[in-house]
């Protein structure tokens, strides 16, 4: 029973209408298109398997890890964020995961999931406005609320980036819903290989392009996407 009843909240919560906020990011994509850097669905693939995916790999899956083996201590999961924020070298990626991060701590908050409305309290009422509430901190600590395991926690974490970002791709008019679902098959055959392999040590990222391509999203009002 327990583990029907994770699995559903597993699926809830990765469900595309599940109010979390990311669908309001394109980590890049958005300027990569503009100039004309990504054009079609093979594009939309390589930017996920050398830049989303490794970035997730070496750097979001440390602290979803680390705040899942937290979670009940909430002081840890503070220095978790912590190491988190100070770890973030592009403050536009960071006042994102920060966004999605603090968005789904709401929402779980309000639905009853475990640890979630202690650990927003603990931030509303600390000087953490810029510097808590990281996705992947956050992702962590409601995975181990709803019961889910340590892989589980991870799937799940990871799952949610790489359908954001096709769903970006769809948004900008890159992809059909076909071609989309298509790229979410062949990226999860690859992501599952790459799961197997050892967790890293300690955080760290190196995804030029889409970094690059954040810091130089054009001004105005033509933008989907706040990055």
């Not at 190491?83 to 006042?95: G, K, V």
Request: charged share 20%; proline share 3%.
């Amino acid at each position: 029973m327990a583990e029907v009843f994770s699995l559903l909240r597993f699926l809830q919560c990765n469900d595309t209408s599940f109010p979390s906020g990311a669908f309001a990011f394109s980590n890049g994509l958005e300027t990569l298109v503009h100039e004309d850097r990504v054009r079609d669905a093979k594009g939309i693939l390589d930017v996920i398997q050398t830049q989303v995916l490794p970035r997730w790999l070496s750097f979001d899956r440390y602290f979803v890890r680390q705040a899942f083996e937290c979670a009940g201590d909430l002081e840890l999961i503070v220095a978790a964020d912590r190491e988190c924020h100070l770890n973030n070298t592009n403050a536009d990626l960071a006042r994102a995961s920060r966004r999605i991060g603090r968005a789904l701590l709401n929402v779980h908050s309000k639905i009853g999931t475990p640890g979630a409305a202690d650990y927003k309290a603990l931030l509303s009422s600390a000087d953490a406005m810029d510097r808590a509430g990281y996705e992947p901190v956050v992702q962590g600590l409601i995975s181990e609320g709803l019961g889910l395991d340590n892989q589980q926690a991870e799937v799940a974490a990871l799952n949610s980036t790489l359908m954001g970002f096709v769903s970006s791709a769809v948004r900008l008019g890159k992809l059909g819903a076909i071609e989309a679902q298509g790229i979410l098959a062949e990226v999860s055959a690859i992501a599952a290989k790459r799961l197997e392999g050892g967790r890293p040590n300690s955080p760290s990222s190196f995804s030029p392009l889409a970094d690059i391509a954040v810091m130089r999203k054009a001004s105005g009002g033509a933008n989907l996407f706040a990055t």
